[in-house]
């Protein structure tokens, strides 16, 4: 399970040294910062889950953090945070009159078990949105991504690498006369076929590459940071696993004529290039009209989005 982290944001040293020895002796790690500023760096390299911050203004006010924060997770560029704020009994008025999506305040200055509390009650909310998250978004029968899941992780990614001027992949599998083995052999057969399918298909993927199921015979892998290079190496590397895959088929006497097809495409946004949305629309018109395809075969492209436009190379 992932290290749970909590983000304590305040401008007094000693304090903030006193709140970290109390919530480090807990079932989540504490990292601080000075400010709020300080903070949002801080968040773009690591991923926190509970975040308490002062409502009052460091070097930006508190209740512009919480509208940066929310805008955000709305663009799917960081998970959903739970925020706590603190601050006296006026700020915390203007708080509640301001309407922004804040989940608690705490009365400074706080009592240590009351922090302790809120803190966990944070962790626990987070939880139970990252359960919920898991059981709409994962295939439990496949443990691949849904499509909804899927388009979920492309937006985040799209969002990811136009900020950091990045590549990412998508390798489209179709595994053609799957069909046929349900017909002649029945769905156990079809789905242990799957099964193993998916184990060497996972043994040439990072942890963090994603796959989804987006058909019964179909499958896109979503490979972040990898250019067209990359992508044509992981088709090379697939190629020769699955000739021990076919070899297993061979021993178990299922001589149907299984092919696996892949077809790719790497997406880069130039810096300056506000193009996500644009980006978006292009890779699922991608994947809608090559789903389509009666006869796929191999074929990679590499497409480039500038301020222009996109720019379609094919490889």
């Given at each position: ?22 919530l ?78 804040v ?14 509390w ?26 691949t ?8 992780v ?27 083995i ?41 490979v ?13 590397r ?9 070899s297993e ?6 001589t ?7 077809r ?9 290039a ?6 978006f ?35």
């Amino acid at each position: 399970m992932p290290e749970k982290k909590l983000l304590f944001i305040c401008e007094d040293k000693e304090l903030a040294h006193t709140v970290k020895q109390s919530l480090d002796n807990q079932i989540f790690t504490v990292i601080t910062a000075q400010s709020h500023l300080q903070a949002i760096t801080i968040m773009d390299k690591t991923d926190v889950d509970v975040i308490i911050a002062p409502a009052y203004e460091t070097n930006i006010g508190g209740l512009e953090f919480v509208k940066f924060l929310r805008s955000k997770e709305s663009d799917y560029v960081i998970p959903k945070k739970y925020l706590i704020l603190y601050g006296d009994e006026d700020t915390r008025d203007e708080v509640f009159r301001s309407n922004l999506l804040v989940d608690d305040f705490l009365l400074y200055p706080f009592y240590e078990p009351e922090l302790i509390w809120r803190a966990k009650l944070g962790f626990n909310y987070i939880t139970q949105i990252q359960e919920l998250f898991q059981k709409l978004s994962i295939d439990s029968n496949t443990n691949t991504l849904t499509p909804d899941g899927f388009y979920l992780v492309l937006e985040s990614e799209i969002n990811r690498i136009s900020r950091h001027t990045r590549n990412f992949s998508l390798l489209l599998i179709t595994i053609i006369n799957l069909d046929d083995i349900l017909l002649n052999f029945g769905k156990d057969w079809q789905g242990w076929i799957e099964k193993k399918f998916l184990m060497h298909l996972r043994n040439n993927l990072r942890n963090y590459d994603q796959v989804s199921k987006l058909d019964t015979n179909m499958y896109v892998v979503l490979v972040p940071d990898a250019d067209s290079h990359s992508l044509k190496g992981l088709d090379k590397r697939l190629k020769k696993e699955y000739k021990s895959f076919f070899s297993e088929l061979k021993h178990m006497g299922l001589t149907e004529d299984l092919q696996i097809v892949h077809r790719g495409i790497s997406i880069g946004i130039l810096q300056n290039a506000n193009k996500k949305d644009e980006v978006f629309e292009f890779v699922k018109h991608w994947l809608t009209k090559e789903k389509e395809v009666n006869t796929p075969k191999d074929e990679f492209m590499m497409c480039t989005f500038s301020e222009f436009g996109p720019e379609v190379e094919y490889l």
